[in-house]
Structure formats: C-alpha cells, structure tokens
C-alpha cells in the first residue's frame, strides 16, 4: 500500500561535494518496506521541477519512525532537496516498487555511486536473517563512494576505484574477490557495472538481482515513461521493478 506523509528532516550530512543524506521523520508508524523499495519526492520552491524525483531508500530506523535517503546531486532537484535543512518538512510518496528477495546464504551486493543508496538496508535485511553479505563498492574515485563506514557493521566490505584511490585499481568487476562462490548477487548502479555483474552471475549460474534506474515521472505506474523490455512483455520499473531477476530482462545482457 502506497502512502502520501509529510516526513520531518531530523538529520542531514553533506558528503563531499556530491552526495548528501537526509534522514526523515515519520509523524507516526512507518509502514513496513522491503530493502530496494524508493520513494518518490515532492521537489518544492523550484519552478523547473514539476515532477517528483525518485530516490532510494538507503536506510529504515523503525524504533526511531526514520527513514533516509543517499541523493547524489546531478540537477535541479537534487539541488533543490540540497538546500532543506533539519525542521524542513518533506513530501514522500512511499513505499514505491518490489524490492530485493533477501536470498542466499553467501550473497555478494556491488554497488556503483548512487546505485550503492539500497543496499544499505538491503544489508541489514541480510543480518536480520543471520546471514553476513559481501558488499562491492565502486566508484571513480573513493570520494564517489560515499557512506563507506555505514557497511562496515554489515558485512565484509571491499572496493574497488578506477582510480586505485580506495581497495582495488580498477573496476567492480575486476576485483579478485568477484569471482568467490556467492550464491546469490544483487547490485545496483550505472547501468554497463549491472550488465557485467548480470552477465557473470549468469555465466555462473548464480542467482542474480538488478535494481534499474529508469527515468521515471509517475513513480505509480499510470504515465509509462519507465517501461523495460522483459520476458514477459513490457513492465513498468517503477511498478513491477525496480528490482529485477537479471535474466527476466530482454535484451539487458546482450547490449553493452
Ligand atoms: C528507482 C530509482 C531510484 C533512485 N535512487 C536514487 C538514490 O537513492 N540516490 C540518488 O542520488 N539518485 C537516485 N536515483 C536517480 C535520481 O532519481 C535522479 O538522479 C534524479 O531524479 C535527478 O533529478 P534532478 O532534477 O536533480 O536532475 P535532472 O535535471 O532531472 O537531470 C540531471 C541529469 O541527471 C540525469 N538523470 C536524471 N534522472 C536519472 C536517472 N533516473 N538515471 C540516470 N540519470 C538520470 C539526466 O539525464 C540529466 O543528465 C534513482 C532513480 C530511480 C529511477
Ligand atoms: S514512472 Fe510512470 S509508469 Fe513508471
């Protein structure tokens, strides 16, 4: 069941110059939410942003009514939801989409920049269960991965920078450890990191979960600017996904 609340910020962390975090009050219970879910957010005082913005939800405090979001900064509304401060009100359209399966006992999760957002939580819904992730980050640099210390208490946490600034110089998937006996693989972020994740697991045989960022604007299901070509025709990301079995999705492993 979908909800409309005006969360309170409680919280708010600058993270370089292109990541933040705002963590949100509820004003009374938060429902349950399944780890990959995304909220679609009221963008207000810009003229340009008519629409919501899409963001994932990067965390989920149940005792304390909070939930938070990683916003990388890329435009006009993510620069405008820059400028809110702990007190500001915020309006979310909440819990959005199907999330992560949570399966396995020996998951691997790699994120890439703003892709990294859900699987914080997708972590914890993890360590709920007992079992400890391995957790693949990557970025350009290691000032694009940010949010590291927050895994740490999760999983083992390893990382890998085209730039060798942070773990491994090089790609999420050229890491050594990509290739251990995971039995399940979940991962979000730039699209060409999911299809080598997706096309490896594949290969593998390994169960594997992608988390795409289609352009979207409804963030419900109703305008049909997100679809992705499955299987089974076409779906809308923001309804059916955004979290897919990789190999449900047309097409995705073929094209580079
Ligand atoms: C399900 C879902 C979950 C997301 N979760 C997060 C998250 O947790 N944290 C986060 O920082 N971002 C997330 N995004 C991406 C985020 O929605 C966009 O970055 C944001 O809408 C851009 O808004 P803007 O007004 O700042 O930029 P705009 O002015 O709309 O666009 C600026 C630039 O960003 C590009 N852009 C816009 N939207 C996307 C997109 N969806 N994918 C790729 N490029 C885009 C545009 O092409 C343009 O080049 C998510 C997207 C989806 C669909
Ligand atoms: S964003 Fe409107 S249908 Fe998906």
Redesign the pocket.
């Known amino acids: 069941m979908k909800h409309i609340t005006d969360f309170t910020i409680v919280g708010r962390q600058q993270l370089g110059s292109h ?1 933040f975090t705002l963590t949100l009050r509820h004003p009374g219970q938060l429902p349950p939410i399944e780890a990959g879910q ?1 909220v679609e957010v009221e ?1 207000r005082g810009s003229r340009e ?1 008519m629409l919501r ?4 939800i ?1 965390d989920v405090d149940y005792s304390a009514n909070t939930l938070s ?11 405008q939801l820059a400028t809110l401060n702990g007190g500001d009100t915020l309006n979310l359209i909440y819990p959005l ?1 199907h999330g992560f399966s949570v399966l396995g006992n020996n998951p691997l999760l790699v994120g890439g920049g ?1 892709g990294i ?2 699987l914080l939580y997708l972590a914890k819904c993890y360590n709920d269960r007992g079992v400890r992730p391995t957790i693949l980050l990557g970025g350009r640099t290691k000032e694009l991965i940010p949010v590291r210390e927050a895994f740490e208490p999760y999983g083992k946490v390893l990382y890998a920078t085209e730039d060798g600034s942070l773990g491994e110089k090089g790609l999420v998937t050229q890491h050594p450890l990509f290739t251990a006996p995971y039995d399940h693989i979940c991962t979000c972020g730039p699209t060409p990191m999911m299809k080598a994740v997706g096309r490896y697991a594949v290969e593998k045989g390994i169960p594997c979960e992608v ?6 604007a409804c963030g419900i299901g109703a305008c049909l600017c ?1 679809v992705t070509n499955t299987v089974d025709g076409h779906k809308c ?2 309804k059916e996904g ?1 979290v897919f079995d990789v190999t449900k999705l047309a097409g995705f492993l073929e094209n580079k």
């Open positions: 990541y995304f963008v942003v913005r899409p963001i994932s990067h979001l990683l916003v990388q900064i890329v435009g006009n509304g993510t620069r989409g703003a957002a859900p988390s795409l960022e289609n352009m979207m997100c990301v923001c955004p």
